[in-house]
């Protein structure tokens, strides 16, 4: 595998974290991981940081770069939006 090029793996209900370990992976140029339930933060490295946003895309509790959403500060800013309700 070390020598993968393309990582399709959409749609298919995959669940938990991106393992770290495909960061090894330098001859990957092409993934998509899109719609699955993956969450946490996407590994970042030159692999996941280069692809397009859709590649990610219909996860919605995952957060990173090329999302550029953090998990994070949309907890913050929904908690500071239910203080400053009257």
Same mark, same amino acid.
């Given at each position: !595998?070390t020598? *993968? @090029?393309?990582?399709?793996? #959409?749609r =298919?209900? /995959?669940? +938990?974290? &991106? %393992? $770290?370990?495909?960061?090894? !992976?330098?001859? *990957? @140029?092409?993934?998509?991981? #899109?719609? =699955?339930? /993956?969450? +946490?933060? &996407? %590994? $970042? ?16 509790? /995952?957060? +990173?770069?090329?999302? $550029? ?18």
């Amino acid at each position: !595998l070390t020598r *993968l @090029e393309s990582l399709g793996l #959409s749609r =298919n209900q /995959l669940s +938990g974290k &991106i %393992p $770290q370990e495909l960061a090894t !992976l330098s001859f *990957l @140029e092409d993934i998509n991981m #899109s719609h =699955n339930k /993956l969450t +946490g933060m &996407i %590994p $970042q490295c030159t692999q996941f940081g280069g692809q397009n946003k859709s590649s990610f895309g219909g996860n919605i509790s /995952l957060c +990173g770069l090329p999302l $550029q959403e953090s998990i994070f500060r949309d907890k913050a800013q929904s908690n500071l939006q239910s203080k400053n309700k009257c």
